[in-house]
C-alpha cells in the first residue's frame, strides 16, 4: 500500500521561505513521478510543481516558476519543495502526490493516484 506523508509546513511572513519535505512507502519511488499541490480555503485544488522518476524533468505551475522548486532523492524514497519570496496568496494546504503509472510526467490532477494527508502553509502579509 502507497503511503505519503508530508511534513514542513507552517506559518510564514511574506517573503519568506519554507521547504515541504513528502517520505513515500510502499512501492518502487524511482520509477514513478511526483508532484504538489495546494488547495486555498474555499477553492479547488491546484497543481503547483511535478517531477519525472529520475529527477530530470520538471514542471511547474506559471504562479510558482521562479520561487518554488521541485527535487527529489530517491535514496530517501523523498521529494521536496522548496518554496522562497512566499507571498499571501501562497496560503493553502499543500499535499504530496504520487503517478498511477510509470516513466512519464505529468501534471493532471486526475493522473494521480495517491495522496497525502496534507500540510499547511500559512503566509502573513
Known amino acids: 500500500q502507497v503511503q505519503l506523508v508530508e511534513s514542513g509546513g507552517g506559518l510564514v511572513q511574506a517573503g519568506g521561505s519554507l521547504r515541504l519535505s513528502c517520505a513515500a512507502s510502499?512501492?518502487?519511488?524511482?520509477?514513478?513521478?511526483m508532484g504538489w499541490f495546494r488547495q486555498p480555503p474555499g477553492k479547488e485544488r491546484d497543481f503547483v510543481a511535478a517531477?519525472?522518476?529520475?529527477?530530470?524533468?520538471?514542471y511547474y505551475a506559471d504562479s510558482v516558476k521562479g520561487r518554488f522548486t521541485i527535487s527529489r532523492d530517491n535514496g530517501k524514497n523523498t521529494v521536496y519543495l522548496q518554496m522562497n519570496s512566499l507571498k499571501s496568496e501562497d496560503t493553502a494546504v499543500y499535499y504530496c502526490?504520487?503517478?498511477?503509472?510509470?516513466?512519464?510526467?505529468?501534471?493532471?490532477?486526475?493522473?494521480?493516484?495517491?495522496w497525502g494527508q496534507g500540510t499547511q502553509v500559512t503566509v502573513s502579509s
Open positions: 502526490a504520487a503517478d498511477r503509472v510509470p516513466y512519464r510526467l505529468v501534471r493532471t490532477i486526475y493522473e494521480y493516484a495517491y
Open positions: 510502499g512501492r518502487t519511488f524511482s520509477w514513478y513521478t
Open positions: 517531477i519525472n522518476w529520475s529527477g530530470d524533468s520538471t
